[in-house]
């Protein structure tokens, strides 16, 4: 009865948006709600937000920008391509208004990419005199606090199990930024419940991050010291960065890892800690790296970050990590190879759990990771082919292969093949897979996406994959496969429908008659119906409503659906904005749940899970003090219909409503240049 009174409002609330339509130009492309439904972490997605807010913060030259920067603002394999011919053949761009006139570019392309680019000279580099430095570099700071109303049960306990801190989080982030030749970082950061400046945390912050980075010093064309993440070729043997390329909508399976970057990141896990390097001698580029770093460890790595109880801060840094190795790469005229050589070790060794799909995990004290990649261009770079082959300490090895093909503008076809032995045994791998780890999986994935005209696109994807031995929640082989689609129709510029389909099925263990237990077909269905009219420059509204299905042993049907509707407000007169959702939903179980990306406080990631009955909504009001000082607040609540209680354990609500507030502080100083207006969606 809910859903069906929400469905009803939802499009009472279409009609009242498309009465207000007005023609007005968007040209903003959304590069954070475009990953929702990719297959990358929330970790990854988190990672993204980071990496574009500091390059909008910090632009490049187009001239000169790297391969990896191009991708990450949005570039495919094929416009870098014609970009770079164009500069070499042609000219180096004078204007950014030329980047349209160059093939595969367009008027849209240049809106889309614009935050994140300049245009100077080739040769023109910043100095790095400290005058020049102190006088031209971009400084910011950003303050933040979080807290859940409710007091969750760690914190109501008075024995020595519960929450050591209060029911309050707060980080702060400072960057320095001179070009694209220095910066410097530092992030501090403690979750709620763990200690602050008392005895059990003498120091306030329980994480603390910095890094310096320096570039394009003679042959040295890249060192930092401190905190960084590393990737190289397809992520098979090292990559801590974002993973782009599965189930992403331009129909790419190539990733193009080939560096170092900054963490400036307040996750506390996967970076490295120490000094890296890369080193530019003609066609070649070698990278060395070196961290000595302390981890969460109780038997196994511990990957929450979380210290609040006792039993948490016991395990805190309780082992020591030490990497070092080497990357070394050859490019020219596109094609390109590397290997990867790489030691880990730890003070105390890793163990697993006992369970039977883990006897192949990775035990001990060390390891040696070796692998080789390469990428080829065909036909002028309408045709890439790669692969990479990648062999641990135990001999154990995986491989995988690949062609992304550039059929027209804005079509492309991918297909890529892998085979990761079940002995395959590495921390840091983290290519192309069905699971969280690259072993134990032999598939295929396949992808196409076309721009029919200017009115309608669609992209189309599946993954087909194989589990030989054992494997989570299945005590046999299994086979299964994830098949994606979705439809965009673009009537004109303020209007965007959008039609997404979605169809998995991964076996899980069913027990049958006489208490056999062996696998049996999962099947989740999900579709979903998205609609964006920007009605005037000041206002955007987003509609979206969707259904979901399963299908499990012994032909149980369970199903879920979901409505919500955005309304995001920047009246142009005034120094405000406000982004405003609610929500209805309604699942029969977990596995029918919704998870939707929300907005949240400026650099958060933020995505809300849907699940059982009842109503979501979240609200942000954004105030502009001056063009460079702004602060945010944030307030958002979960209430559940048929609940008592909300969440387990330490974490445990009362009652049937979950509520939780912030605020950010963000003062953008020593700027001079101004960045072009964007809608943010």
């Avoid at 030691?343 to 035990?363: A, P, T």
């Avoid at 989740?524 to 009219?533: D, N």
Wanted: net charge positive; hydrophobic share 35%.
């Amino acid at each position: 009865m809910l859903l069906k009174k929400c469905i009803i409002l939802f499009f009472i609330l279409i009609c009242i948006s498309c009465g207000l339509f007005a023609q007005v130009d968007n040209q903003t492309n959304n590069r954070i709600s475009s990953i929702e439904e990719s297959e990358i972490s929330e970790r990854e997605k988190q990672t993204l937000i980071e990496d574009l807010y500091y390059l909008s913060l910090n632009p490049v030259n187009i001239n000169t920008a790297d391969k990896n920067t191009l991708l990450l603002i949005g570039l495919n394999e094929f416009q870098i391509l014609c970009l770079q011919r164009y500069i070499k053949e042609t000219h180096p761009l004078l204007s950014i208004y030329e980047i349209p006139l160059i093939n595969g570019f367009s008027e849209q392309t240049l809106a889309e990419i614009l935050p994140y680019i300049y245009v100077a000279p080739v040769k023109w580099k910043a100095s790095l005199r400290l005058d020049s430095i102190f006088s031209k570099s971009i400084h910011d700071i950003r303050i933040q606090g979080k807290k859940i109303i409710e007091n969750a049960w760690g914190y109501r306990r008075t024995d020595s199990m519960g929450f050591q801190g209060d029911n309050f989080s707060n980080n702060i982030r400072y960057n320095l930024n001179y070009f694209d030749r220095l910066s410097f970082s530092f992030v501090a950061d403690n979750d709620a419940g763990e200690p602050f400046f008392t005895s059990k945390q003498k120091y306030g912050y329980d994480y603390i991050s910095m890094q310096a980075t320096i570039k394009d010093i003679s042959f040295i064309e890249q060192i930092t010291v401190g905190d960084y993440r590393l990737g190289f070729g397809e992520g098979l043997a090292l990559n801590q960065n974002l993973n782009f390329g599965y189930f992403s909508s331009d129909a790419k399976s190539k990733r193009n890892y080939n560096g170092i970057k900054p963490n400036r990141s307040v996750i506390e896990y996967n970076y490295m800690r120490g000094i890296a390097t890369k080193l530019k001698l003609k066609d070649f580029s070698v990278f060395l790296f070196g961290s000595y770093n302390k981890i969460d460890y109780s038997g196994s790595i511990i990957e929450t970050g979380l210290h609040r109880t006792l039993s948490e801060l016991s395990k805190k840094d309780s082992n020591r990590e030490i990497v070092y190795g080497t990357h070394i790469g050859w490019k020219r005229k596109g094609f390109e190879i590397g290997t990867t050589i790489f030691h880990y070790e730890y003070k105390d060794s890793i163990k697993h759990q006992n369970q039977n799909y883990m006897k192949y995990y990775f035990e001990g004290k060390e390891n040696n990771i070796y692998s080789i990649n390469f990428s080829i261009p065909l036909f002028y770079g309408r045709i890439r082919l790669f692969s990479e082959m990648a062999m641990s300490k135990n001999k154990g090895y995986a491989g995988l292969m690949g062609a992304d093909f550039n059929i027209a503008y804005k079509t492309n076809l991918t297909i890529n093949l892998r085979n990761y032995q079940n002995q395959f045994q590495n921390y840091y791998s983290s290519a192309i897979g069905a699971q969280s780890r690259n072993a134990n999986e032999k598939g295929i994935y396949a992808a196409y996406s076309m721009l029919v005209n200017k009115y309608f696109n669609f992209f189309i994807a599946m993954n087909y994959f194989f589990f030989p031995d054992e494997s989570y929640r299945a005590n046999e082989s299994t086979r299964g496969y994830k098949i994606k689609g979705e439809l965009n129709y673009i009537p004109n510029k303020t209007n965007l429908i959008t039609l997404l389909y979605k169809n998995n099925n991964r076996p899980y263990n069913e027990t049958h008659t006489n208490n056999v237990v062996f696998p049996e077909d999962n099947i989740l269905q999900q579709i979903q119906l998205r609609y964006t009219l920007i009605p005037n420059e000041w206002l955007m509204l987003k509609s979206r409503i969707g259904y979901s299905q399963t299908l499990s042993y012994p032909s149980i049907k369970k199903k879920g659906g979901f409505v919500s509707q955005d309304f995001i407000v920047k009246p142009n007169a005034l120094p405000i904005s406000i982004n405003f959702r609610f929500s209805c939903f309604n699942t029969d179980d977990y596995d029918n749940a919704f998870y939707i990306y929300e907005t949240g406080l400026p650099l958060n990631y933020s995505s809300s899970q849907l699940y059982d009955k009842g109503i979501r909504s979240y609200i942000i009001l954004k105030y502009d003090f001056t063009k460079n000082i702004f602060l945010t607040a944030r307030y958002s609540i979960t209430q559940y219909f048929n609940k008592t209680s909300i969440h387990t354990s330490n974490d445990e609500i009362e009652g049937k409503k979950k509520q939780e507030i912030g605020i950010q502080f963000y003062w953008l100083f020593n700027k001079k240049s101004k960045k072009p207006f964007t809608f943010e969606y």
